[in-house]
Structure formats: C-alpha cells, structure tokens
C-alpha cells in the first residue's frame, strides 16, 4: 500500500540521517495521523531545525506520539 512504502522511506531517511530530509519529513509529519516513524527519523537525524514541530507533539493525546517525541528531544539536544 501507498502508506507501506511511505513508511519504508521514511525509516530509510532516517537511518541515513541526512539533514535533506527534515524538511519534507516535517511537512508529512503535519499530515500523518500516526507519527511515530517520522517522529523517529526526525529524532535519528538530530538536526535542531525540528525542534519547534517536535516540541507541542510532548502535548499531544496520544501516549506513544508523546513517548516517541521525548526519545527524539533527548537525541536532538
């Protein structure tokens, strides 16, 4: 499915960890309903230009989403 190979890529971004990819991981962060993969790609690749998307998500209903954004801070700073 199209959400498959979504995944796929973005874990793929993540393990590269080039700093190209935050910019279009972060837009589909804001349409993605379950985040935790980009959350941790974000997080993997470190760059400090996610911290402002990643730092309200620590608000966000869902355990997990909050779960996985506090491990992707902490890589982060």
């Known amino acids: 499915t199209d959400r498959d190979v979504r995944l796929a890529a973005v874990n793929a ?16 962060l804001q349409s993605e309903p379950e985040p935790y993969s980009i959350i941790w790609a974000l997080g993997n690749i470190g760059s400090a230009q996610c911290l402002d998307a990643l730092t309200p998500l620590l608000e966000n209903e869902d ?14 700073h």
């Not at 971004?13 to 589909?28: C, F, H, S, T, Y």
Request: aromatic fraction near 6%.
């Open 63 to 76: 355990q997990y989403t909050r779960y996985q954004t506090r491990r992707a801070l902490l890589k982060i």
């Open 13 to 28: 971004l993540g393990r590269i960890k080039d700093e190209r990819a935050v910019g279009p991981l972060l837009k589909l």
